[in-house]
């Protein structure tokens, strides 16, 4: 498509008039993910990657709408715990394409997975530390495992979601080749090495991604050949632009300097990622319901924040936000915030947006990424529901929570008046 692979869906690119009647029908706080959007995604993804196997980071959006999708367009499953697992093997990926990736997981994360890899060979687990190993080999674990390096090198949109540094992830990367042969000598069979430097590589970042392929590159080369890796997976975190101003990710350069940095590896690369396939498929509507003028500020009260999308308060995460009044009103400097009682709870601040009337709707782009994941019940805020479109259509993918789903794991679940 001549523009290096990249592609960049903003949030002025959505139609506000579908999204308006989507609220219209469905009420706000709604999330919409666009599941044409993510196909195309994993489209453009597959084409710079083509020998490359791909697996969606489950993390980013475990709604079955978009595992669906992501397992019709061909993509396998990157799973974090038992939760991720159980949902891919329900939306019917094929267990040759799952990767379960245990972090300190918790001991019945490690005995399903470990049943699921006894009923379902195929299936890959991947493990970061020797006690893991051992807790495996405890379970009678005998089956497809990669080994998690830790690259000593991180990346990503900030501090808070570098994986590859000082984190407590991964084998460090002199111990990788003795690690591999005791997890052979006990029986598992060796199938490849994984490293995550973070989430949201940008294009200035291509040099530590570069650093973390050709680290795990070397540890393939050094790991014994009768172990026969098939495979190296370099992980996900392939970032996309949250600023209007934000140039896309360069893929064809992204592939280019992973595949220099292999450097004649005999073995399948896999990514995973999460937020490059789902991200800027998905929006959430929101509607004000209270404005103030304070001094020289404007402040839009609207009707949900961080207990629906927690990433602005949670690392001071930016997300693109659009009014969908149709209007010909003056700009001002708005920020948005939602109903719960925290001053972190923000979903914008000081955004140029037509001054703010009650009822105005808003869509926050980019929400298709650890949006919904993220979310809360804090204050007792029911979560919001999930729209799928897909073309023309559109559905429920998950349905409005109640106060009974807050609290229907309470015994005194039936004491209370729904309001
Ligand atoms: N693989 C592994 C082993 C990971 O730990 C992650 C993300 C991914 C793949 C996918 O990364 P992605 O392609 O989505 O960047 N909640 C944070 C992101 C945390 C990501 C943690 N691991 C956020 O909202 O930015």
Redesign the pocket.
């Known amino acids: 498509d001549g523009d290096g692979g990249a592609s960049v869906r903003r949030l002025a690119d959505w139609d506000a008039d579908r999204l308006r009647a989507l609220a219209e029908e469905y009420g706000t706080p709604l999330y919409v993910d666009d599941l044409a959007r993510v196909r195309a995604n994993h489209a453009r993804l597959a084409a710079a990657f083509p020998d490359a196997e791909v697996l969606f980071?489950v993390?980013?959006n475990a709604g079955a709408h978009v595992l669906r999708a992501l397992r019709d367009a061909g993509a396998g499953a990157?799973c974090a715990s038992a939760g991720e697992l159980a949902r891919a093997l329900d939306a019917g990926f094929d267990p040759a394409d799952v990767h379960y990736?245990a972090v300190n997981p918790p001991a019945e994360d490690l005995d399903y997975a470990v049943s699921v890899a006894a009923a379902h060979p195929a299936l890959t687990v991947t493990a970061g530390a020797r006690d893991t190993i051992e807790r495996l080999d405890e379970r009678g674990f005998s089956g497809r495992f990669c080994l998690r390096v830790h690259p000593g090198v991180g990346a990503g949109?900030s501090e808070s979601?570098s994986?590859g540094k000082d984190a407590k992830f991964g084998v460090p990367a002199d111990e990788a080749v003795e690690v591999l042969a005791d997890a052979d000598s006990r029986g598992f069979d060796v199938v490849g090495v994984h490293a995550?430097a973070g989430?949201?590589i940008a294009n200035d970042q291509l040099d530590e991604h570069a650093r973390v392929v050709a680290t795990l590159a070397n540890v393939a080369r050094a790991t014994a050949t009768d172990l026969d890796l098939e495979f190296v997976d370099v992980?996900?975190?392939?970032g996309v632009p949250y600023h209007e101003d934000e140039a896309p990710l360069d893929l064809d350069a992204v592939a280019e300097r992973t595949r220099d940095a292999l450097d004649g590896v005999d073995a399948t690369l896999t990514i995973?990622?999460?937020?490059?396939l789902v991200a800027d498929a998905g929006v959430l509507l929101t509607e004000v319901n209270t404005v103030k003028r304070v001094s020289e500020s404007v402040i839009a009260g609207a009707d949900t924040g961080m207990t629906t999308l927690v990433?602005p308060a949670m690392?001071g995460?930016y997300h693109p936000i659009r009014s969908l009044v149709a209007d010909d009103r003056p700009t001002e400097e708005v920020s948005v915030v939602g109903p719960v009682c925290e001053s972190t709870d923000v979903l914008g601040e000081a955004r140029d947006l037509p001054a703010p009337e009650r009822g105005d709707l808003l869509a926050v782009g980019n929400a298709g990424?650890?949006g919904v994941e993220?979310a809360s019940q804090y204050n007792s805020r029911p979560r919001p529901a999930v729209v799928a479109l897909d073309g023309g259509e559109s559905g429920v993918a998950r349905r409005r929570e109640t106060l009974a789903d807050v609290t229907h794991a309470e015994d005194t679940a039936d004491t209370y008046q729904e309001p």
Request: proline share 4%; glycine share 20%; hydrophobic share 25%.
């Open positions: 980071a993390k980013a990157e990736t949109h979601v994986t995550h989430s949201g992980g996900g975190g392939f995973e990622p999460g937020r490059y990433r690392y995460s990424a650890y993220m």
